[in-house]
T-cell receptor, first 116, second 115 residues
Framework: GENVEQHPSTLSVQEGDSAVIKCTYS??????FPWYKQELGKRPQLIID?????GEKKDQRIAVTLNKTAKHFSLHITETQPEDSAVYFC???????????????FGQGTILTVHP | DVKVTQSSRYLVKRTGEKVFLECVQD?????MFWYRQDPGLGLRLIYF???????EKGDIPEGYSVSREKKERFSLILESASTNQTSMYLC??????????????FGPGTRLTVT
């Protein structure tokens, strides 16, 4: 099955700096790669996603890049703010074995702390 | 606005008890999922369902079962709770393939402690 590795597990930056979180995946059939943000005590929420036919996607201060050949994708946050502090999860969507139904495999999570 | 609710925020059960966790979504989503979240392990898929009465095993189904009798409701069952099932359980739902989005909407989670 799919395996998603996420690094680093913790990341500490100063306000205004950039933050980069990287993920690798194993299944070349994976075709959709979302990023979820989970603030303390809250539910995960989608912040950005990318499909396998696109190399990069931006939404204001966040961007995601995908390298299908190398099977890795990254989240980039520029001009970080204290409210960006949260746990970030990457995921890869594959088809459940023997079916045409998709499921997400998540990375281990990155705890991002932005210091004022 | 999508709403996914879970029956309890906190639950304490004894070893060997049968435990029911319930999830309800109000967006007419076809797909529903159960994950457990443990520090350093991310979200791991236990079971998912793509239609009423249908279910598929996820990555860690051992010790769990599920039930989906109605489209909006997906239940996770621990037949005989064990201490290693102490965890945060998250339910999620999403639209079917072809709807233009794969986004999963999560519930608030149930913190289960088995003593």
């Amino acid at each position: 099955g799919e395996n998603v590795e996420q690094h680093p597990s913790t990341l500490s930056v100063q306000e205004g700096d950039s933050a980069v979180i990287k993920c690798t995946y194993s299944d070349s059939a994976s075709n959709y790669f979302p990023w979820y943000k989970q603030e303390l005590g809250k539910r995960p929420q989608l912040i950005i996603d990318i499909r396998s036919n696109v190399g990069e996607k931006k939404d204001q201060r966040i961007a995601v890049t995908l390298n299908k050949t190398a099977k890795h994708f990254s989240l980039h946050i520029t001009e970080t703010q204290p409210e960006d502090s949260a746990v970030y999860f990457c995921a890869a969507r594959t088809y459940a074995g023997g079916t045409s139904y998709g499921k997400l495999t998540f990375g281990q999570g990155t705890i991002l702390t932005v210091h004022p | 606005d999508v709403k996914v609710t879970q029956s309890s925020r906190y639950l304490v059960k004894r070893t060997g008890e049968k435990v029911f966790l319930e999830c309800v979504q109000d967006m007419d989503h076809e797909n529903m999922f159960w994950y457990r979240q443990d520090p350093g392990l991310g979200l791991r898929l236990i079971y998912f369902s793509y239609d009423v009465k249908m279910k598929e095993k996820g990555d860690i189904p051992e010790g769990y079962s599920v039930s989906r009798e109605k489209k909006e409701r997906f239940s996770l069952i621990l037949e005989s709770a064990s201490t290693n099932q102490t965890s945060m359980y998250l339910c999620a739902s999403s639209s079917q393939i072809g709807s233009g989005t794969y986004e999963q909407y999560f519930g608030p989670g149930t913190r289960l402690t088995v003593t």
